[in-house]
C-alpha cells in the first residue's frame, strides 16, 4: 500500500497563473489609460493568489509557486507604483530567487529540507518503495543506507542552491542591462516587459539544467543505494 499524496497539478497551468498572466497584465495593462497602475497590481495579484487558494482546496498543500509569485508581483507593482529606478528592480529580481536558495540551504539539516519539494517528492517518486528498499538494504545495513541517502539528499541541495544563486546572479545582469528608462514611463514599461519575456530563455534554462543535473544524480544515487530500476523510482501515473 503506497500512501495518498497530494492530486497532481497542472504545470503549465501552474506557470501561466503565476508567472506569465501576472507579468502580462503588470507590463501591458498599467498605463493610465487602461487599468492603471493600481488596477493593473491588484488584478495581477489576483492570479497567484486565486490559483493558490483553488489549488489548496483542491491538494491540501500550500502552492510554492504561488507564494513565490504572489510575492514577487507584489514587489515588482510596488517598485512601479513608488517610480524607483532599475537598480531596485534589479535587485527585487535577484532577491527571489536568492532568497529561495537561502532557504533550501537552511533547511538542508531539517525535517522537511526544501530539496523534497522541487526534486525528492511524492509525486513524481515512489517516496515508499524508496524508503522500503533502503530498509532492506543487505550490504551496508538499513542504518548505513540511510545515511548515504541523506548524506545524497545534501548533495541535491547544494545542487538546488546552486541553481538558484545562478538565477540570482543573472536576474540582476539582465535587470541591469535592459532597465534604462525612467521609472513610470512606456520605455520603462517596454524594457519591463522585454525582461520577463528574456528572462526564460536566459535565466530559466541554465537554472533548469543544473536541476536536471541536481535530479540526475539523485537518480543515479537511489539507483546504486535501493539496486531498484530506474523506472521503478518513480511513481506510476495510475498511483
Known amino acids: 500500500m503506497h500512501a495518498p499524496v497530494p492530486k497532481r497539478e497542472n504545470l503549465l497551468v501552474n506557470l501561466i497563473c503565476n508567472i506569465a498572466l501576472p507579468s502580462l497584465i503588470l507590463s501591458r495593462l498599467s498605463p493610465p489609460e487602461r487599468l492603471g497602475p493600481e488596477l493593473?497590481?491588484?488584478?495581477?495579484?489576483l492570479f497567484?493568489?486565486?490559483?493558490?487558494?483553488?489549488?489548496?482546496?483542491?491538494?491540501?498543500?500550500?502552492?510554492?509557486?504561488?507564494?513565490?509569485?504572489?510575492?514577487?508581483?507584489?514587489?515588482?507593482?510596488?517598485?512601479?507604483?513608488?517610480?524607483v529606478d532599475g537598480l531596485w528592480f534589479a535587485i527585487k529580481?535577484?532577491?527571489?530567487?536568492?532568497?529561495?536558495?537561502?532557504?533550501?540551504?537552511?533547511s538542508a539539516?531539517?525535517?522537511?529540507?526544501?530539496?523534497?519539494?522541487?526534486?525528492?517528492?511524492?509525486?513524481?517518486?515512489d517516496v515508499a518503495r524508496v524508503d522500503a528498499a533502503l530498509a532492506a538494504n543487505q550490504a551496508l545495513g538499513p542504518?548505513?543506507?540511510?545515511?548515504a541517502f541523506d548524506a545524497l539528499l545534501r548533495r541535491a541541495g547544494q545542487w538546488l542552491v546552486a541553481s538558484f544563486l545562478v538565477s540570482a546572479a543573472l536576474n540582476f545582469a539582465l535587470a541591469r542591462w535592459l532597465l534604462q528608462s525612467p521609472a513610470g514611463t512606456p520605455e520603462f514599461n517596454a524594457e519591463l516587459a522585454k525582461m520577463n519575456l528574456l528572462s526564460w530563455p536566459v535565466i530559466a534554462l541554465p537554472s533548469t539544467a543544473i536541476m536536471m543535473a541536481a535530479l540526475w544524480q539523485l537518480l543515479r544515487g537511489i539507483t546504486q543505494l535501493t539496486g531498484l530500476p530506474l523506472e521503478a523510482i518513480f511513481r506510476a501515473k495510475s498511483e
Do not use: C
Open 40 to 45: 493593473a497590481l491588484i488584478a495581477a495579484l
Open 48 to 83: 497567484p493568489l486565486g490559483y493558490g487558494l483553488w489549488d489548496f482546496a483542491q491538494r491540501r498543500t500550500a502552492n510554492f509557486v504561488s507564494i513565490i509569485g504572489f510575492a514577487s508581483v507584489l514587489l515588482t507593482g510596488g517598485l512601479g507604483l513608488l517610480q
Open 93 to 106: 529580481e535577484a532577491a527571489v530567487p536568492a532568497l529561495i536558495a537561502t532557504a533550501a540551504w537552511a
Open 109 to 125: 539539516h531539517s525535517k522537511r529540507p526544501l530539496v523534497r519539494q522541487f526534486v525528492y517528492n511524492e509525486q513524481i517518486i
Open 143 to 147: 542504518a548505513a543506507a540511510k545515511a
